[in-house]
């Protein structure tokens, strides 16, 4: 979990503060009274030593405490900066409260007219949940490409297994243990990224007209994927930074029960869940599965974003934890390694055998290649090396995004601290219609998904997610572009 | 359509036969007879002109002449042989009469099973419709491979579009003009093979509960896919040669009408069926697309062995004819170029829109470096030759099949004389149960497909399917192997 810019420093607990410990209060003083603002530059060290008539030594030591409490970083040859976190409210006002009652998914349309408008030349893709392309191992990849191209001709004249290929799925089931589940790899069957993945599980676990309990607001891959199956979305609170909310979750499945309409499963994703970044506690994971246990609902989780935690180990999967042996994982390298492979897979517990024969009635098995290739990669050792620089790159540029949004929108704006993944979930001012948004920017070739995709009901009208993996000077002035267009729209 | 062995030759038509007519005239009767049976090696044109007094040019010109017919065929430095057909009775007896009752289809699990058993090692796979690797463009696809890995990074690192990459949806609409259809690159969405394609189309079309009209037999997929979209199938009689008897199309379209549960949409595969490897008319085509507007019908055009006619031009696909615009397209490269690339397509006319959305729910995108592999192998212009090779290659293979059946199963084993594609559907005696013959095959490491996959009756018990795209001598043992057991299990 990142730290909080309103957390008290450690200074509070000591009895006497030290000098440094001085120092630093005085400087949080300023930015709490917004004399710094987020995405300030505070003064140098030699000036602030100057300042204050200290030592070189105590600023250091007191902008490294800033620094611990996350409400300032450094910017290498450049100095010390306030937080974008440093004007956050709360995240409480955040939360969700959606209504109770389970819907189907409306806005297939909207999804299919952002398909065509991101081929526009010159657009900022802001909208599109994909990897930072300069962070991906692309080079190395092609290589590995050519070398199985041409020790596998298996590759291009078989099908495949319908489960996949066995080399990547051993990978799986090997990393998979970093998660804290004990997977086989004939546990594990291949699929087109994590949203066929979703779409057999729902298929082989759920029968039409069901209900499926999501947390509130949802990627819509997941409401899509619950309305394909003939399935409607129930929405549950879901906290900003901790996840789903067990007690709103409870109380929904009893309520469901009571109308005799029982919920048949709920999808969560528990490690930085999409759109918010949040993730949720070993002690709530365990609750979770107590409650799925109790109620006689399914667990599908989305661990797509699992690796992808900014600091500290992986967080385990919810298999990890007791009653956990029937969670569903659905999980894909779309976010790790490559999209453009549409390598994802999933571990079914009970329900493995349904779902490998309905991986065949639908698309009968995954290309080889990919697969093959992915497989090799993770062989050879080169992904946690590159998974290291890639949690260190989405952790940086999320908090520049975020820093820019507090600089560039209006001052009521809030943004989400996402602890992994590289979404930002921007709560707008009430009157800012973000479909309306959507289209103001698009005019100016900036790309962003509007909140109302992230539910089944109208809710998150004033929100907005944006993708946050990248992170340069052109998309500094789209941020700045948007928040002039929100200006202009509270004024209007 | 290839030439028939029972046609009756050229020369009963010219008043007086000439010399040539009447040598090929004997040889022709001495078959019949079964003096010569199928896979015989004829007398040597040097001992048929001995033995007849003639010269050695009319002895060459007889043979030409049973050649032309379909009879006899030649092999290099060998000489002419008994053709496989010429032991079998006509087609007619063939000709499928399946139950007017639509229902679902349950052979999934032996399906499944299946895709296990075929890993076994030192398998001959009989079974499965791959094509023949000896033949596809491997070495040229691994340096396609190669170079489109170094040259599109974002092959890699995007999704790519839901429709599919631009450079292969153009190929796909130029092709098609070949099989007589216009078609514009916007209208063709990309699908994880021809079975996504089917199933995507499904959807769009009917709503669950219905009926669709299929082949009889009908390819497992094609129920599969069905299934999947909660329909039920409704066989309908199909010609062994000439594709789905329309006259039992329209009464079955008709009756079902008059229960009150009409046809939504009638799957065909009027190029080279699978398994029957018919081919209906110009003229049949039309008339089923009248057929299907009258009766407000969709027609699901599955396409796959389109390319690969034995003789003769490119068959039509029916949306070359009137009224055949809302025709859906399915079709894919596996069967041409390479199954584990997974590249297929839908046309889809009206639906378009709607199938697009569906895709993008189901799978988002297909992978992007095989799209982009093949629309460069088409693009580069080496397909066509390609094509040539295998579509020869294949027609001898399953003449060599067929010969092999002929000479290794008992004398009243039907098999069909597909005119494309690498099928042979073949009919043992009555007492021959294909589930049973499959087990005691699969023990002596021989895979083939019983006829009852085929069929969502418990139909075509006694039939088989066997893939023919490949020859050797292993594989002529495995069929004489497979011959023995049948004429074992008459005898228990």
Redesign the interface.
Known sequence: MPAEATTVPNTSHTPAPKLYEKVAERIRGMILDRIYRPGDRLPSVRELSKQSGVSITTVLDAYRLLEDSGLIHPRPQSGYYVHAYANLKPAEPMRSAPAPTPSHFTR??M??SM?HEV?RPGLIDLA?A??N?DL?P?AK??RI??SV??EH??????????SGHRAIREQIAQRSFAAGAVISPDEVVIT??C??AM?LALRAVCT?GGVVAVESPCHY?VL??I??A?LRSLEVKTRTREGISLEALEDALVEQEDKGAPVQACMVSPNFQNPLGSCMSVEDKRRLNAIANRHNVVLIEDDVYGDLGFEGDRPRVLRAFDGGENVVICSSF?KTI?????VGWVVAGKWH?EI???K???????????QLVIAEFLTDGGYDQYLRRARKAYSFNVGRMSEAIARYFPPETLVTRPSGGYMLWVQLPECVDSVELYAKALSHNIFISAGVLFSVEDGYRNFIRLSAGKWSPEIEAAVAKLGRIVHQMIQA
């Open positions: 297939d349309q999804l299919q398909t081929e599109f994909n990897p392309p991906l692309l990849l092609a490409i050519s191209a041409r001709p298996e590759a291009s004249y078989g099908y495949g297994p319908p087109m990224g949203q066929e779409c039409p891959g899509q994927a309305h394909l003939g779309s490559a999209p453009g492979y549409r055998s490998e024969r309905l065949h009635s639908f698309t009968i098995s995954a290309p080889s290649l990919p």
